[in-house]
């Protein structure tokens, strides 16, 4: 089965701190999506790759970073994390052909307090 | 912006055959329709997805109007562990790769 791993399920920082999203895929995908989720907005791409240290904006990038050093790796960056920034945040994966399926991780809850 | 519409709640008995809509009249011909659902505080699963032609798999089926601008995914025996909120998703190619856009999707609810 793909899996597609979250490094934390639960995390609590303080804003100001700059903090490290880590997900990991197990099936030599080339694509990488990190998304965030709100009550009454959905799911909305924050950043994709496409390749190693080849990267996109989505819709709402602002205040995030990424990075893709290795393949198999895609993490999200906040940089001084915010209040505004309390959600949940999935990272997806699927490979570059079209009509591929896309696999997303169990989540991350992130509170910024 | 999302390109489907889904109807916002829908309920289903237990057993019985949930049909749950979607449209998206503004599909490209080489973009896909997907299919996820997320149960509360998990990430979205995959159901189904196709171009075309409809799909059948162990979760469920998928059928696509002709002229492509509308689906329905068929749960054939909801079950109570069926409840979820349903994604219908159009795949939109964007330079290297494929998005995928959510929508606001369906809650369904599968009642004894």
């Known amino acids: 089965d793909v899996k597609v791993t979250q490094s934390s399920r639960y995390l609590v920082k303080r804003t100001g701190e700059k903090v490290f999203l880590e997900c990991v895929q197990d099936?030599?995908?080339?694509?990488m999506f990190w998304y965030r989720q709100d009550p009454g907005l959905g799911l909305r791409l924050i950043y994709f790759?496409?390749?190693?240290?080849?990267?996109e904006k989505g819709d709402i990038p602002e205040g995030y970073s990424v990075s893709r050093e290795k393949k198999e790796r895609f993490s999200l960056i906040l940089e001084s994390a915010s209040t505004n920034q309390t959600s949940m945040y999935l990272c997806?994966?699927?490979?570059?052909?079209?009509?591929?399926?896309?696999?997303f991780g169990e989540g991350s809850w992130l509170t910024v307090v | 912006d999302a390109k489907t519409t889904q109807p916002p709640s829908m309920d289903c008995a237990e057993g019985r055959a949930a049909n749950l809509p979607c449209n998206h009249s503004?599909?490209?011909?080489?973009?896909?329709v997907y299919w996820y659902r997320q149960i509360h505080s998990q990430g979205p699963q995959y159901i189904i997805h196709?171009?075309?032609n409809n799909e059948t798999n162990e979760m469920a089926s998928l059928i696509i109007t002709e002229d492509r601008k509308s689906s329905t995914l068929i749960l054939p025996h909801a079950t109570l562990r069926d409840t979820a909120v349903y994604y219908c998703?159009?795949?939109?190619?964007?330079?290297?790769?494929?998005?995928?856009?959510f929508g606001q999707g369906t809650t369904l609810q599968v009642k004894p």
């Open positions: 099936m030599d995908h080339e694509n």
């Open positions: 503004t599909i490209s011909g080489n973009e896909y």
């Open positions: 196709g171009l075309k």
């Open positions: 998703i159009v795949r939109v190619l964007s330079g290297n790769t494929g998005k995928l856009i």
């Open positions: 790759s496409y390749d190693v240290k080849m990267k």
């Open positions: 997806a994966s699927g490979a570059s052909y079209s009509g591929n399926t896309i696999y």
